[in-house]
């Protein structure tokens, strides 16, 4: 490992214990400490990726979560491997594996490289100026658009790392651990407020941590000895936590934050075994303290782009906290005070700084005179106008900047420089703040947006440079001043600090620096991800792009994975300055969550696989698990589909199991149906007002099926309900429907019948059903109830009788949904598979077949049963339905009444419900396949479509139900199914195909 | 996410409950007696305001009551919450 670059300094890192990585490929050494983009520079590696539409050659640009360019692939396990993280964030760790995205066959020599050289033909707007036509080549150009522009890979299998969702409540949050968080972390803690600090570094103090110089005093110490011993102090307190390595993510309404912890993230592969990598926390505070600081802006010039082009106070960072030179011979490009400060470390710590470029006329602050001392070069009023160097920036050009900026005079200077550090001031990191809700306001004199205090959601604050305070003293003193009032504290151990501070003289801002050549022949990049340019966005604006929201799709400016957070405000300025506007007025494009991406697995934490959605199982689940059932998800219950036996299709198993539930018995588990238990004095005009039919004159012990309507005249729901006493009656749902239904009826209850005395209580769970059909239904409950008399004249045909089995009371209804003679027991949950289990003992010699879903359906749909979700979709009336029978004509009102005589409810030429019949018995028609009568005329008019078919064992034909337009009229005429090898014959038939006379009720 | 003060249990979280629509549209007594338009009227009108409006909440995970609410849908603010039959506390 090459120590040139590492400078052994009190840094922050642990230069005893070494780490090896691999960085494509190549094997590396860093230090405990070390971020990967630092352990890459300290091996003086610049050129990390490719850039995404000119795949020109990039390197590490900054330290933080506002890389553009260091963005990288971890790993090669098809299951954990992660793409797209930046090598800025990523702590190294022994065994770290990182690969380049975005470029084939290398980094180093990249075939997509020659998007560089054509880019004079790929500008803003490219792919949709070209890929518009001829419209059918579409598809061609998306593979080879998205061959070409992807950046990482998803991994290709499950992911099977941990994570975890964690609530937190707490009086006060503090985001941010720089020097303004740590201080009103510690004033809220002495306040005595449950408070929560956040950062996302594994280390507080943010820059000022290793700020040691002379020019910045609080309490007479170097600010970064008085922040450390600050910090230090936290310790003490034992209403705060710390919660370092966690990143806030979004700040919702009424101070709902979410934040992710990596708690693995920083270990080797080994160490990471069995712990939860990721975790979600989702935080409630009383009030929330951003303190989420700002990010230095690079300046926008021609070929600003080139690896070893760094944001000054990174080169800062690299140097004082990580002990990293990020060069031998470093230059500094400016137009602000920061980059001094830069420039007084490096010299310290022995790098040589070459010139400092600052583009303003002078300044005497006493950080730039510092600089002065040490002997640092500085040109004043020049601007770089052009930059040389690959893969690795190695000289560039000044020029003197017109005395207006907007041009340049005089002779070109060539530095040679192998790093360049550049500084457009700051941007305070609001995104939170506006994710909250707060409206921003633009400050003329640093061009910057920052919280609009008139305008911020109550129960927050923002303080520090986020809220555009940038001078040390600032920072300090408002922060104190601010978070007193803000928490209502009166004194605190804060109140005699004294900040003595290097204060900026003298400002200057160019957006878009010139140079001396013409625009069209520079590459002053804005989003160095995307690669849209200076250019880019004039050439929006030209093409009549006004708003800042859409200049930025149009260009892409912003839209990478870091969102654009270094030069959002430049594409603005550029904007205001190219349209005479002001910066205020135009706004800023939305921040929307999440501030840094999130990996999904965070996101859903532990709902995956089974914890995905809850699963619903019947009593006798088990049995038809041991039976080998098919099942099928209906909602959330899970219920047999059908049983197959001795390796039956499911087709055959259906047949069979349908033509034995005609021929003697079969047995369905239909405990899933919802069940609705009602009561009270006004039950019976309660379910007048929600069904369509009639119930006052429902006798005691007598059942009823009912339709339940919406407001607009639609079918909802239906089912039988049985009438046990006086005031008492139990309904039955469709078992997708029984949640809504009740909450349905609840809503009705509440808010528009409250005077009705009425209750309603679910009992789905509570009660089993066991449906047994078949000519000998009728002898098998015999069996299991020798003491209940069954003739047709004490228990017909929709009646229930209370009975016991075994001592345990149970209700028989006589209800059918096949058409035959049936009976349901419903029974107490728990005894229900042993009733089953009986059931089936009884039944043997009867050959009782058990039947799942689909056989109930095939045997309903011979009878025209209609199944509401299947063969309705919410569009269709009862009349649509041909149960024009079932809505009473007595009844004043009820729900959906009014709606079923509106003039479009009255149209006679509405899809309408009727039986199909295919010419060639044998053949099945698909659910959902359209009909139509004319298949010549264009365009082809579609008449409905198939909702239910099947193939009947017991009329030994195709049978189907479907939604047809007009349909009532139609019976007896041919349509057309088409389909895509051939055209089916079909004629409209009445709905009822099986026992039209209903004799097999009472068989 | 909402605080929300459900008139009967109290502060509980957004997750408990779901939103209903527009409150104080009054299901006509007399549905029989309406014209289509009238009937269309209460069927399918409903205000969209940028601002304060009135709204049905149903605590939905919780005691299943329903109530109402003042929200400005502006910024989200809360501004009353009330029992259903209860006048609105605010204008």
């Keep these: ?60 640009m900054t330290c933080g979560s506002e890389e553009p360019n260091a963005i990288v692939q971890i790993g090669s396990d098809p299951a954990s491997t992660e793409p797209n993280v930046r090598a800025t964030e990523i702590e190294l760790y022994e065994g770290l594996e990182a690969f380049s995205q975005n470029c084939w066959p290398s980094v180093n020599f990249d075939v997509g490289g020659i998007n560089n050289l054509l880019s004079p033909i790929l500008p803003a707007g490219f792919y949709y100026k070209t890929f518009m036509w001829p419209a059918s080549f579409w598809e061609k150009y998306e593979f080879f658009i998205r061959y070409s522009a992807g950046l ?107 934040a992710r912890e990596a708690l693995t993230d920083h270990l080797s592969v080994h160490e990471r075994k069995n712990k939860i990598r990721q975790r979600l926390w989702k935080i409630r505070a009383q009030k929330v303290i951003i303190a989420s600081g700002s990010i230095e802006r690079p300046l926008i010039f021609n070929n600003n782009d080139r690896p070893g082009i760094i944001l000054s106070s990174s080169i800062k960072k690299y140097i004082d906290y990580f002990g990293v030179k990020t060069g031998n011979n470093i230059s500094l490009f400016t137009n602000n005070d920061s980059a001094y400060e830069t420039a007084i470390s490096l010299s310290k710590s022995g790098v040589n700084v070459n010139v400092i470029i600052d583009i303003r006329e002078n300044s005497d602050s006493n950080i730039v005179k510092e600089a002065q001392k040490l002997g640092i070069k500085i040109l004043w009023g020049h601007t770089i106008v052009e930059t040389n160097g690959y893969k690795r920036i190695k000289s560039f050009e000044a020029m003197k900047l017109s005395s207006d900026g907007g041009n340049i005079v005089g002779n070109k200077i060539k530095f040679n420089s192998d790093c360049i550090g550049i500084s457009g001031g700051w941007t305070p990191m609001v995104h939170l703040y506006t994710q909250s809700g707060g409206k921003l306001q633009f400050k003329s004199n640093d061009n910057i947006f920052i919280p609009d205090e008139t305008k911020t959601p109550s129960e927050q604050i923002s303080v520090g440079s986020c809220n555009g305070d940038f001078e040390l003293d600032d920072v300090v003193n408002n922060t ?23 204060k900026e003289s003298s400002k200057k801002n160019i957006w878009l620096l010139p140079s001396d050549k ?39 400016t912003g839209m990478g994975t870091d969102q654009g957070k270094l030069s959002n405000m430049h594409a603005l300025g550029i904007i205001a300055d190219t349209t005479g506007t002001n910066m205020g007025e135009l706004g800023t494009t939305t921040f929307r969550p999440p501030y840094t991406p999130l990996t999904f697995g965070t996101i859903v934490g532990r709902n995956v696989g089974k914890f995905f959605d809850h699963t619903r199982k019947t009593a006798i689940h088990n049995w038809h698990v041991d039976n080998k059932a098919e099942f099928e998800n209906v909602g959330q219950w899970k219920r047999p589909w059908y049983f197959p036996k001795n390796g039956e299709t499911m087709h055959e198993a259906v047949q069979r199991e349908s033509k034995a539930a005609r021929e003697s018995a079969g047995i369905l588990d239909a405990s899933t149906l919802g069940k609705i238990d009602i009561q009270g004095s006004d039950a019976s005009e309660f379910l007048n007002r929600v069904y369509t039919n009639a119930w006052s004159k429902l006798a005691i012990g007598k059942c009823r099926y009912g339709l339940m309507l919406n407001e607009d005249g639609m079918v909802y729901d239906d089912g039988v309900t049985t009438r046990l006493a006086e005031n008492h009656y139990i309904m039955t749902t469709t078992t997708g429907g029984a949640a809504n239904v009740l909450s349905k009826l609840e809503d009705y209850l509440q808010t528009e019948w409250p005077e009705l005395d009425v209750y309603l209580t679910t009992v789905t769970d509570q ?24 003739s047709d004249e004490n228990f017909p045909h929709m009646s229930f009788k209370d009975s016991k089995i075994d001592g345990v009371d149970c209700r028989i209804m006589r209800i059918s949904f096949t058409g035959e003679h049936s009976y349901e027991i419903n029974i107490q949950s728990n005894y229900a598979n042993d009733v089953w289990k009986a059931c089936m003992d009884a039944g043997k010699e009867f050959n009782i077949t058990p039947y799942g879903t689909e056989t109930m359906h095939l045997l309903r749909a011979e009878k025209g049963f209609i199944i509401t979700g299947q ?10 339905l041909q149960m024009d029978w079932i809505i009473s004509k007595k009844k004043y009102d009820f729900i959906g009444k009014r709606s079923l005589y509106r003039s479009d409810t009255i149209r006679e030429d509405r899809k309408q419900l009727v039986g199909l019949l295919t010419d060639d018995p044998k053949e099945v028609l698909e659910e959902g396949a359209q009909l139509v ?28 139900l479907a939604i047809v337009k007009s349909g009532k009229k139609m019976k007896g005429k041919k349509l057309i199914v088409p389909m895509e090898e051939k055209n089916i014959n079909v004629t409209i038939t009445d709905t009822v195909f099986y026992d039209k006379e209903n004799k097999r009720l009472n068989a | 996410m909402f605080i929300i003060n459900c008139p009967y249990c109290g502060k ?80």
């Design chain 1, 871 to 880: 063969d309705t979709d919410g569009t269709l009336t009862p009349s649509d």
């Design chain 1, 518 to 556: 013409p625009l069209h022949k520079t590459k002053p990049f804005l989003d160095f991800q995307n690669d849209s340019t200076a250019k880019d966005v004039k050439l929006a604006l030209r093409e009549g792009f006004k708003s800042i929201e859409h200049v930025k799709r149009y260009t892409t």
């Design chain 1, 1 to 60: 490992m090459s120590n040139e670059l590492r400078i052994n300094k009190n840094n922050f890192i642990d230069q005893t214990v070494r780490i090896s990585f691999k960085f494509n490929g190549k094997k590396l050494f860093g230090f405990k400490g070390d971020t990967l983009a630092s352990a890459l520079l300290a091996n003086d590696i610049h050129l990390v990726g490719r850039s995404f539409k000119y795949h020109r050659p990039r390197g590490i």
């Design chain 1, 933 to 960: 009568e004319d298949i010549n005329k264009e365009p082809v008019e579609m008449l409905g479509h198939v909702t239910s078919s099947y193939y009947s064992p017991n009329l030994n034909k195709s049978i189907a």
């Design chain 2, 12 to 91: 509980r979280d957004q997750v408990e409950f779901s939103c209903g629509g527009e409150a104080h549209i009054e299901r006509p007594k007399q549905p029989t007696e309406l014209s289509d338009d009238q009937w269309a009227e209460y069927l399918f009108m409903r205000k969209n305001i940028k601002g304060v409006q009135f709204e049905r909440w149903n605590h939905t995970h919780g005691c299943r009551k329903w109530f109402n609410m003042v929200r400005d849908t502006s910024n989200d603010k809360i501004h009353a919450t009330y029992k259903m039959g209860e006048k609105p506390p605010i204008k």
């Design chain 1, 152 to 258: 990482g890979k998803s991994p290709t299998k499950a992911d099977d790392d941990l994570y975890d969702h964690q609530y937190a409540h707490c009086d006060a949050l503090v985001i941010g651990g720089g020097i303004s968080g740590v201080i009103s972390a510690k004033l809220a803690a002495e306040k005595g407020l449950d408070t929560i600090l956040i950062d996302d570094k594994n280390f507080l103090g943010g820059s000022t941590i290793y700020q040691d110089e002379e020019s910045f005093k609080i309490n007479n110490a170097n600010s970064n000895q008085w922040l450390a011993r600050e910090i230090e102090s936290l310790k003490s307190y034992k209403n705060l936590v710390i919660k370092s390595r966690t990143s806030l993510a979004a700040f919702h309404g009424y101070n709902y934050l979410l």
């Design chain 1, 480 to 502: 104190i001043y601010n978070v007193k009032k803000f928490i209502s504290l009166d004194k605190s151990s804060y109140d005699k600090i004294n900040v003595n501070c290097s």
């Design chain 1, 767 to 790: 009660y089993s059903t066991i449906s047994i059909c078949g000519p000998n239904s009728k002898n098998i409950i015999k069996k299991i109830i020798p003491d209940l008399n069954l």
